[in-house]
Nanobody, 126 residues
């Protein structure tokens, strides 16, 4: 059974940074696409970023390009999301999830991700 556990969320001021971690177990990390999603109150899940299992190619939502960076450490079974220049509109619960499809196919579409973590809260406020 695949399990994903997010950590690293918290309260940060606008312009600040956070690094989220997604620790995975129950499957081989380098065979699966990993994505980060977020959900703000009253809104749908929004795709943030995903990373390929094969060559580490990364994809980003336009809203976070140039500010967020996704990376993976297969030896540690962990995927990271470095978030810089945070804005109040980045406030949300952040989830990591895994898809059996290649990242170029899965993209940032929540329905094709079949295992999800429990989420970690990120609040950007002064």
């Amino acid at each position: 059974q695949a399990q994903l556990v997010e950590s690293g969320g918290g309260l940060v001021q606008p312009g600040g940074s956070l690094r989220l971690s997604c620790a995975v177990s129950g499957f081989i990390l380098n065979y699966r696409t990993i994505g980060w999603f977020r959900q703000a109150p009253g809104k749908e899940h929004e795709g943030v970023s995903c990373i390929s299992s094969s060559d580490g190619s990364a994809y980003y939502a336009d809203s976070v390009k140039g500010r967020f960076t996704i990376s993976r450490d297969n030896a540690k079974n962990t995927v990271y999301l470095q978030m810089n220049s945070l804005k109040p509109e980045d406030t949300a619960v952040y989830y990591c999830a895994t898809s059996p499809y290649p990242a170029v196919v899965a993209g940032l579409r929540p329905p094709v991700y079949n295992y999800w973590g429990q989420g970690t809260q990120v609040t950007v406020s002064s």
